[in-house]
């Protein structure tokens, strides 16, 4: 069974870019979270998406966002880049059963902002 | 504020010593706590869910406890394999918070042989 696939793994922007960034769930798997890794604020929560509609949302600001396509795939979308979005965006996906934290993560990608 | 910490930072041991890593959490109405284990590179992998206090999970070397405020994870006999970064997470109460999890910063275990 394949696991969370995150695309693409490695990108630079610059300045006032904007940037797209892809998850695809293990299949099956209805809800999918997003996450930003940094060295200084380990790992925050962005916002979760079920059934194309956003659940929860972490406290960044509007340039964060995302949307969940019908085959459960998930976008996130950072415009207006700044040096500090400069992290490890990390997609997980979860069991359609319950409501458990058991969380199934993708290996990331890593977003360099010069 | 919900809130996890987690101690030491970092921790270095030789194989066969065993030791535990804390995690201590402020949580309006804990619905579950979590570890997790994360290698360079890779993304988080679950290791145990804890629900309440007294609650014990095992998996090979690793053993998760909780209590009211804090939980550790005991590891016997480490070996290098278990050289990893452990992240402490915490899914608080108040509607469908799945997906929504509280992390700490994460111990840094590095095993020698």
């Known amino acids: 069974k394949a696991g969370v696939t995150q695309t693409p793994r490695y990108l630079i922007k610059t300045r006032g870019q904007q940037v797209t960034l892809s998850c695809s769930p293990i299949s099956g798997h209805r809800s999918v979270s997003w996450y930003q890794q940094t060295p200084g604020q380990g790992l925050q929560f962005l916002f979760e998406y079920f059934s194309e509609t956003q659940r929860n949302k972490g406290n960044f600001p509007g340039r964060f966002s995302g949307r969940q396509f019908s085959n459960s795939r998930s976008e996130m979308n950072v415009s207006t880049l700044e040096l500090g979005d400069s992290a490890l965006y990390l997609c997980a996906s979860r069991r359609p059963t319950g409501n458990t934290g058991e969380l199934f993560f993708g290996e990331g990608s890593r977003l360099t902002v010069l | 504020e919900d809130q996890v910490t987690q101690s030491p930072e970092a921790l270095r041991l030789q194989e066969g010593e065993s030791s535990s890593l804390n995690c201590s959490y402020t949580?309006?109405?804990?619905?579950?706590l979590f570890w997790y284990r994360q290698d360079p590179g890779k993304g988080p992998e679950f290791l145990f869910t804890?629900?309440?206090a007294g609650e014990e999970k095992e998996k090979e070397r690793l053993k998760a406890t909780l209590t009211k405020k804090e939980s550790f994870l005991h590891i016997t006999a480490p070996k290098p394999e278990d050289s990893a970064t452990y992240l402490c997470?915490?899914?608080?109460?108040?509607?469908?918070?799945?997906?929504?999890?509280?992390f700490g910063q994460g111990t840094e275990l590095s095993v020698k042989p």
């Open positions: 997470a915490v899914q608080a109460g108040g509607g469908n918070q799945g997906g929504k999890l509280i």
């Open positions: 949580v309006s109405g804990l619905r579950g």
């Open positions: 804890l629900y309440s």
